[in-house]
């Protein structure tokens, strides 16, 4: 389970976000896949991110889907819920508190509103069984993973997610994890400053 908090990497995920947006026009059910998703602070992130940028009826048809290798009960139970205490909600961008949060009447907790709750759903996946848990995917997020996968590791889960996005998806990785070279073909760097790639159409992704 990977460590993060609400709004991690804002400038990188706005960014991700805003070339993102393009890609939904025509799409009835866009979907994103978040693996890596921990306590569900990221994908909550990415959906108020979307959320500030979409109009109503557009947000309501998008889905995250949001795994990590985590599966307790417990833990199942805390991110479908949405449930967080106030001091982990500390570096929200002004306003955002107000605006997608509510008091879930457990003093000093939050909770995420159902407007974006609803465009999440969480599901146990191990990136390392190397299987996508769907195709046809907009955007795959992956962040603050696969730094602690092998060499030979992270050229398969990236094969997977190749796989896993629809033509022209995107494809948002941590910023310490340089694109592996046997990999070139598959994916073209959409922005020089930062890992965001494109899906390259009629690529071979052989393992």
């Known amino acids: 389970m990977a460590f993060t908090f609400f709004f991690r990497d804002q400038q990188v995920l706005e960014r ?3 070339h993102s947006l393009p890609r939904l026009a025509g799409r009835s059910h866009p979907r994103i896949w978040d693996a890596g998703a921990a306590m569900g602070q990221e994908p909550y992130t990415l959906a108020i991110l979307f959320a500030e940028r979409m109009g109503h009826f557009a ?3 998008l889905r995250i889907d949001a795994t990590d290798v985590e599966s307790s009960g417990h833990f199942a139970r805390m991110i479908e819920a ?3 205490p106030e001091d982990e909600l500390s570096r929200l961008p002004e306003g955002i508190l107000d605006r997608y949060f509510a008091p879930n009447g ?3 907790h939050f909770r995420v509103i159902d407007k974006v709750r609803r465009r999440v759903a969480f ?3 191990d990136l390392l069984s190397f299987r996508e848990v769907g195709q046809g995917y907009l955007l795959v997020v992956c962040k603050n993973v696969l730094l602690h ?4 590791e992270r050229i398969e889960v ?5 796989r896993a996005l629809g033509p022209d998806g995107l494809l ?3 910023q310490t994890q340089e694109l592996p070279p046997e990999l070139s073909s598959l994916f073209e760097r959409v922005i020089p400053d930062g890992q965001l790639f494109r899906k390259v159409e009629g690529a071979l992704c052989e393992s």
């Open 59 to 61: 947000f309501d048809n």
């Open 16 to 18: 991700v976000v805003e």
């Open 123 to 125: 599901q146990q996946h």
């Open 82 to 84: 949405a449930e967080y």
């Open 172 to 174: 948002a990785t941590e």
């Open 158 to 162: 990236l094969r997977m997610f190749h």
């Open 149 to 152: 996968f092998q060499p030979a």
């Open 106 to 108: 457990k003093p000093g």
